[in-house]
């Protein structure tokens, strides 16, 4: 079976990638790059190799030597290009990761947001329809759900309302493809709401590469605790890493601050191998939360990655981050009813997997 994997070259497509090979099926790529390297090719296939060198199932008989893999460089607005790639290949289902992401910048730039998330979108859909291709996941987010649901949220928490641009063009594209799916009762299309991806693939070789300073708790962590010693490819962190700043411990939570789903990205690369046999049985257009089910605070992580990888992370506490919110974690079940899936690795591996990817980068 073929998937092709658009913005396959990023964190979680890079990931799904691996996952994939190793579970026996091929993989097309197709990114731009505009938030990742072609480096990252070589990398998938290393990662893979060292990934299926250690399964112990080797029924599937894959040919190390030959990776079913293949890399498209070009932009999915762009649908001669994506034409293309089509009749080149024989494709059975997408995975659309590909889009712009930043929640801070989706409020400078709305248009180059909704240009590319729903330019995209509309674009794959118009090609696959043309190759009467019909099944699609999609990267959806926990943002789509509204700031004043009961915890933990379900996939009938009440949606919209979104705080920025980003979080609009989830929930515009989430009802695009509901409306096609209505229209067109061949489709089966899930739109997977992942929650808050961490971590790296055990092998070091892929991980998250936030362009400029990051935004996100994770990879903020790993460069103040690389800036305890390592320099990143050679240089010297900033002062801003000098310590993290943790917006907020006025929170109604455990500790005060903050509180994430936080879900290892290998898990969540696993559950779109799941949702690919899903839709062979399924018709429409489904919501899907991946997460894990469990919060934990901004202080959890801290301590949890110090004591995990014994490398101190200098924190200070700060005045609270416009837009965020006290809780969000996910009712899971229907993850694991529907997708005969559930996540299965645990805070102490996210923290060690981040930091292995670091190190390794730093060396
Ligand atoms: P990422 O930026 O690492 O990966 C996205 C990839 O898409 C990048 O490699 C980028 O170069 C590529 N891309 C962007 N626009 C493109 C275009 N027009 N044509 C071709 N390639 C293009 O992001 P990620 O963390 O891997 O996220 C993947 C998807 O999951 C995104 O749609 C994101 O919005 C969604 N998501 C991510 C998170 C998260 O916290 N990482 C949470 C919820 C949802
Ligand atoms: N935080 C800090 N300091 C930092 C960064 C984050 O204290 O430097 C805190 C935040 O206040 C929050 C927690 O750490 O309490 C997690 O923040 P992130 O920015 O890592 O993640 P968010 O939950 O805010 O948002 C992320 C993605 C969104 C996505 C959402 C899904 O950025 O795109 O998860 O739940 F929609």
């Given at each position: 079976?073929?998937?092709?994997?658009?913005?396959?070259?990023?964190?979680?497509?890079?990931?799904?990638?691996?996952?994939?090979?190793?579970?026996?099926?091929?993989?097309?790529?197709?990114?731009?790059?505009?938030?990742?390297?072609?480096?990252?090719?070589?990398?998938?296939?290393q990662a893979a190799k060292w990934q299926i060198s250690r399964?112990?199932?080797?029924?599937?008989?894959?040919?190390?030597?030959?990776?079913?893999?293949?890399?498209?460089?070009?932009?999915?607005?762009?649908?001669?290009?994506?034409?293309?790639?089509?009749?080149?290949?024989?494709?059975?289902?997408?995975?659309?990761?590909?889009?712009?992401?930043?929640?801070?910048?989706?409020?400078?730039?709305?248009?180059?947001?909704?240009?590319?998330?729903?330019?995209?979108?509309?674009?794959?859909?118009?090609?696959?329809?043309?190759?009467?291709?019909?099944?699609?996941?999609?990267?959806?987010?926990?943002?789509?759900?509204?700031?004043?649901?009961?915890?933990?949220?379900?996939?009938?928490?009440?949606?919209?309302?979104?705080?920025?641009?980003?979080?609009?063009?989830?929930?515009?594209?989430?009802?695009?493809?509901?409306?096609?799916?209505?229209?067109?009762?061949?489709?089966?299309?899930?739109?997977?709401?992942?929650?808050?991806?961490?971590?790296?693939h055990a092998s070091?070789l892929?991980?998250?590469?936030?362009?400029?300073?990051?935004?996100?708790?994770?990879?903020?962590?790993?460069?103040?605790?690389?800036?305890?010693?390592?320099?990143?490819?050679?240089?010297?962190?900033?002062?801003?890493?000098?310590?993290?700043?943790?917006?907020?411990?006025?929170?109604?939570?455990?500790?005060?601050?903050?509180?994430?789903?936080?879900?290892?990205?290998?898990?969540?690369?696993?559950?779109?191998?799941?949702?690919?046999?899903?839709?062979?049985?399924?018709?429409?257009?489904?919501?899907?939360?991946?997460?894990?089910?469990?919060?934990?605070?901004?202080?959890?992580?801290?301590?949890?990655?110090?004591?995990?990888?014994?490398?101190?992370?200098?924190?200070?506490?700060?005045?609270?981050?416009?837009?965020?919110?006290?809780?969000?974690?996910?009712?899971?079940?229907?993850?694991?009813?529907?997708?005969?899936?559930?996540?299965?690795?645990?805070?102490?591996?996210?923290?060690?997997?981040?930091?292995?990817?670091?190190?390794?980068?730093?060396?």
């Amino acid at each position: 079976m073929k998937i092709l994997l658009t913005g396959g070259a990023g964190f979680i497509g890079s990931h799904t990638a691996v996952e994939l090979l190793a579970g026996g099926f091929e993989v097309v790529v197709v990114d731009n790059y505009s938030n990742s390297d072609v480096s990252v090719n070589d990398r998938i296939v290393q990662a893979a190799k060292w990934q299926i060198s250690r399964q112990k199932d080797d029924k599937l008989k894959i040919d190390m030597d030959n990776l079913p893999i293949t890399f498209y460089y070009g932009d999915c607005r762009d649908g001669m290009f994506l034409d293309s790639v089509f009749r080149e290949n024989e494709i059975d289902a997408v995975i659309h990761f590909a889009g712009l992401k930043a929640v801070g910048e989706s409020v400078e730039k709305p248009l180059a947001y909704y240009d590319n998330n729903l330019g995209s979108t509309l674009v794959l859909l118009n090609v696959m329809k043309d190759h009467n291709v019909k099944k699609l996941i999609f990267s959806s987010s926990a943002t789509v759900y509204s700031g004043d649901n009961k915890m933990p949220l379900d996939e009938n928490s009440k949606t919209g309302n979104c705080t920025n641009p980003y979080g609009w063009t989830k929930y515009m594209i989430e009802e695009i493809l509901r409306d096609e799916a209505l229209a067109d009762k061949e489709w089966s299309i899930a739109l997977l709401r992942y929650f808050n991806p961490v971590g790296a693939h055990a092998s070091g070789l892929i991980g998250e590469e936030p362009n400029g300073i990051p935004n996100n708790l994770m990879p903020y962590i790993c460069r103040v605790a690389a800036g305890q010693g390592l320099g990143i490819r050679g240089q010297k962190l900033g002062k801003e890493y000098q310590k993290l700043k943790v917006f907020g411990n006025d929170y109604p939570t455990k500790d005060g601050t903050g509180v994430r789903d936080y879900i290892h990205v290998v898990d969540l690369a696993k559950g779109h191998v799941a949702a690919v046999s899903y839709l062979y049985r399924h018709s429409g257009a489904e919501a899907i939360n991946l997460g894990t089910g469990q919060g934990y605070s901004v202080l959890d992580m801290v301590q949890t990655f110090a004591k995990v990888n014994d490398v101190p992370v200098p924190y200070e506490i700060t005045g609270r981050r416009a837009g965020d919110v006290a809780e969000v974690y996910a009712n899971p079940a229907k993850a694991k009813k529907e997708l005969l899936w559930q996540a299965e690795l645990g805070l102490e591996d996210m923290v060690r997997d981040a930091w292995g990817y670091m190190v390794k980068k730093c060396e």
